[in-house]
Structures are given as C-alpha cells and as structure tokens.
C-alpha cells in the first residue's frame, strides 16, 4: 500500500510553453501533499505545500502565478508550470501525507518524480 | 530558516565495509528520518526517528535521533553494491508538515 504516482515521468516542452505534472495517491487518501523541486546534484527544496480544497501554501521565492497547483481531490494534485523557461528545468517530485495512517506521525510517501527539460 | 549539514557530501568504500553519515541542524526537530534515492527516482524511507536518544535498526541500516534533537547518524554495516544511491536526512518539525532535507551523501560501493 501507500503509493505515489506522477504522470508523466519525463517531459520535454519547448520554452514558453505550459506543463502539467499530475501527483496521485493510489491506496488512501492525502488531505496534504507537497511539491518538491530537486536540481542536479543537489537536495529536495520545498516548494508548496498543496492543501485539498483550499489553496497552496508557497514557500518564499516561489512565485504562485508560475507555478500553479490544484488540489482538487482527496487523491490528485497538479502543479502546472506556466511559460516555462530552460532555468525551470529540474525534477519536480511529490509527496503525500497519508492521514489515516496509524503511527507518531502522519508518513509522507513520495513520487517517483518527474524530470521536465525546458528547451 | 533551519538548515540541515549532513556530511560527508560522498564516499567510496569497499564492498563489505561499515559506512556512517551524519546531519546536524542550528535548531530542534521533532522527527529524524532517512531517505536512499536512486538515479531518476523518488526518495525511499529507510528509518524514521521520534525520540531523542532513539536507537532503530532496519537490516544492515541503524540510525540515532541525537540527545540534543539537534542530530543523527546513520550507520550502514557490511555495505553492498547495491546500497549505491544517495542518502539524505530529513528532519520534521510537526507531524504531517514538510520535511527539511540535507544536502545528501552520495555513496559509491566497489565490489
């Protein structure tokens, strides 16, 4: 149990264009799910906190407009990069909190991630 | 904002030898945990820490939650190939908030 999927696993979009990232719980529930953005060599920055039926929680330096995320059900969130440019290129990955869980704390199970190259 | 130092940034070590790494933080979290990732992949728990002092094992992997809640180490023993990979720490402050994670320590294992 407990497992995340992304769709599309890879993208590869021209400059300009719009890309949507798809982050699903297969087996419970996510009331909670986060984005993180990982460049090469380097950790897993946070970048939003996406809450289902509400709006996201961005972290500073992360601009809202550009990256839109929609938490629209108990198992789905999207971020959509808006005009994207080479500079957004990276792995998007995401976790999700599964709060029916038993345990200290609410396990977070992440996504195998998704590597968008923007050209 | 809190930042996590885990060294050492690689390694490179014989198959069969005993590795430990470590993350130090400039404040307290609640929650330790340790991550491996695979090239291209998401990060998969290996050990989760609730308590000061903590001592949990999983197979060949032990990890500590520091006495101050400032720290943690994570011992891998009798390495294989196979445990190549990078390994963060990650530390939580509440349960159920996101997780502020290291730089990473990249492991190499030649056999």
């Known amino acids: 149990g407990a497992v995340v999927s992304q769709h599309p696993s890879r993208v590869i979009c021209k400059s300009g264009t719009s890309v949507k990232i798809e982050c699903r719980s297969l087996d419970f529930q996510a009331t909670t799910m986060f984005w993180y953005r990982q460049f090469p060599k380097q950790s897993l920055m946070l970048m939003a906190t996406s809450n289902e039926g509400s709006k996201a929680t961005y972290e500073q330096g992360v601009e809202k407009d550009k990256f839109l995320i929609n938490h629209a059900s108990l198992t789905l969130s999207t971020l959509t990069v808006t005009s994207a440019h080479p500079e957004d290129s990276s792995f998007y990955i995401c976790?999700?909190?599964?709060?029916?869980?038993?345990?200290?704390?609410?396990?977070?199970?992440f996504g195998p991630g998704t590597r968008l190259t923007v050209l | 904002g809190q930042q996590l130092n885990q060294s050492p940034q690689s390694m490179f070590i014989q198959e069969g030898e005993d590795v430990s790494m470590n993350c130090t933080s400039s404040?307290?979290?609640?929650?330790w945990l340790w991550y491996k990732q695979d090239p291209g992949e998401g990060p998969v728990l290996l050990i989760a820490?609730?308590?000061?002092?903590e001592l949990t094992s999983n197979g060949r992997l032990t990890a500590q939650f520091g006495i101050t809640r400032k720290d943690s180490f994570l011992n891998i023993s009798a390495s294989i190939p196979s445990d190549v990979g990078i390994y963060f720490c990650a530390g939580q402050n509440q349960a159920g908030t996101a997780l502020i994670f290291g730089k990473g320590t990249t492991l190499s294992v030649s056999s």
């Open positions: 976790s999700a909190r599964d709060f029916g869980r038993a345990g200290s704390y609410n396990e977070q199970f």
């Open positions: 820490l609730y308590k000061a002092g």
């Open positions: 404040s307290i979290f609640n929650t």
